[in-house]
């Protein structure tokens, strides 16, 4: 049997009726709280029993103090001596329990209690509260101005719609937050002038909603990352994630580490802030070199490949079009899929350390798989946008490059486009092609015919 246990509580810092409610409640099935880390509550078995509780407020105290202070201590005392025993603290919070069943109250004073909870919240609650809301705006601005700039780059992420969708309940939780504290400050005030105490509301059912909703997506981005694109892609993706908490989660150990040395609250947030900030640069360091080493690894191993008599597999290839040598193409890939899109770049291009391969042609195309029927035109726009010059002021009239439309039965297409120089008349060998739930753009380094159309054109459908 388990004499002691660690969970993880969701209450807010000014619930202290939700608090109290739930330690009668754990200490009725045998569980007394003994300690308080953050969010983790930790129990210790008991006889179960009947307690009070009760939670009081001291405004100078914080979460990095290595022990309380003298007016603290004074305080526990003078609690003690009327039946209250000490059951934790937390930062500004002090958690007190009593045996008798009708004991006498700590608080007496409702305006005095309502004003201690306000200096205390004032200490830490509402500045962390603001600073999450700013950091979340300040992120979701960020990322509707990527959706807007790039709309196939950051829906086929899950990357980022996990980080957007992440945000946007810290942006609801901490305005739940907000507005419950204000609202109880406002009743408490009413209820303090006519003499009496404010019970307060919980509201953690949302926190555990939140955090249920936040950590499937982590975890389905995690396994997502883990699947798509190529094997360098994956590794660098997951090993970033998983990196980047590993640091945060260290730094949260030694803020805890530091404590338990007694050092000052000063010099302990200072040198975990160093080091989360220090090891974060580190960390992102080594990811872009390790990414960009595995990249490399990655196109040798194609070249190898295809030396060999074999191809990594892909929707199209030059080798499929053209008499060429494969081991002497350098080939890329980026892919990234969500629910909503994928999108999968490719680029083959001649090594050009190589002599043979200087006459060889060049292959370029990025394949969007649509599955959100809504966004097909949202797409094809980006698409046309990133290299059409209709709509582009800068470039003179009869000076632009416009898709022009060409026969999609060439390519057994929906429809279909192609690059053209308005003042030269020369074609670029661009090509812009619609399939069902497919978007198709691709650029060619020769001139095609009419069987290299078809033959890409149904390579590229399936």
């Known amino acids: ?103 006498v109250p700590i608080a007496t004073d409702p305006q005095v209690e309502l004003e201690t909870v306000r200096r205390s919240a004032r200490k830490s609650f509402l500045p962390g509260l603001w600073v999450l809301l700013a950091c979340g705006l300040a992120v979701t601005v960020m990322s509707a101005i990527r959706l807007r700039q790039d709309p196939i780059g950051a829906l086929s992420s899950v990357a980022w719609l996990f980080s957007s969708l992440a945000w946007l309940l810290v942006i609801l939780y901490g305005a739940s937050e907000l507005a419950g504290y204000f609202a109880w400050c406002h009743g408490a005030e009413k209820a303090a ?63 805890g580490f530091l404590k338990r040395r007694k050092l000052k609250p000063g010099a302990n947030r200072t040198l975990t802030f160093l080091f989360i900030f220090a090891a974060y640069l580190a960390f992102v360091g080594l990811m872009v070199y390790a990414g960009l080493q595995l990249a490399g690894r990655e196109i040798e191993k194609s070249r190898d490949a295809a030396a060999g008599g074999y191809y990594r597999e892909l929707p199209l290839s030059v080798e499929e079009l053209l008499e060429v040598q494969p081991e002497f193409y350098e080939t890329r890939t980026t892919e990234d899929r969500s629910p909503l899109l994928g999108c999968l770049e490719v680029d083959q291009m001649p090594d050009w350390e190589a002599a043979e391969a200087l006459a060889y042609p060049y292959l370029q195309y990025t394949i969007v798989d649509v599955k959100a029927p809504f966004l097909y035109e949202i797409c094809k726009k980006q698409l046309f946008k990133e290299r059409d010059q209709s709509e582009d002021g800068s470039v003179p009239e009869r000076h632009k490059r416009i898709y022009e439309p060409c026969d999609p039965k060439s390519w057994g297409a929906e429809e279909a486009w192609t690059l053209r120089s308005q003042d030269a008349g020369w074609e670029a060998n661009v090509y812009l092609l619609c399939y069902p739930d497919r978007i198709v753009e691709i650029w060619f380094g020769w001139e095609l015919s009419e069987e290299q159309m078809r033959t890409a054109g149904e390579m590229l459908a399936s």
């Open 1 to 103: 049997m388990r004499e002691r246990k660690r969970r993880l509580e969701l209450y807010s810092f000014y619930d202290h009726t939700g608090i109290e409610r739930h330690l009668e409640r754990m200490a009725e099935k045998g569980w007394m709280l003994e300690k308080v880390e953050n969010n983790i509550w930790h129990y210790r078995r008991i006889r179960p029993k009947k307690l009070t509780f009760f939670v009081t407020y001291f405004p100078r105290a914080s979460e990095l103090d290595p022990e309380p202070g003298e007016e603290q201590k004074i305080f526990f005392d003078f609690c003690e001596h009327t039946g209250w025993k000490l059951a934790a603290v937390s930062a500004q919070q002090q958690i007190f329990y009593n045996e008798s069943p009708d004991p």
């Open 193 to 255: 002038a006519r003499g009496e105490f404010l019970e307060t509301s919980s509201r953690v059912w949302l926190g555990k909603v939140i955090l249920a909703v936040t950590l499937a997506g982590l975890l389905y981005c995690l396994a997502n990352m883990g699947m798509t694109g190529p094997g360098w892609q994956r590794l660098v993706s997951v090993g970033t994630v998983c990196g980047i908490l590993g640091i945060f989660a260290i730094g949260w150990w030694l803020k």
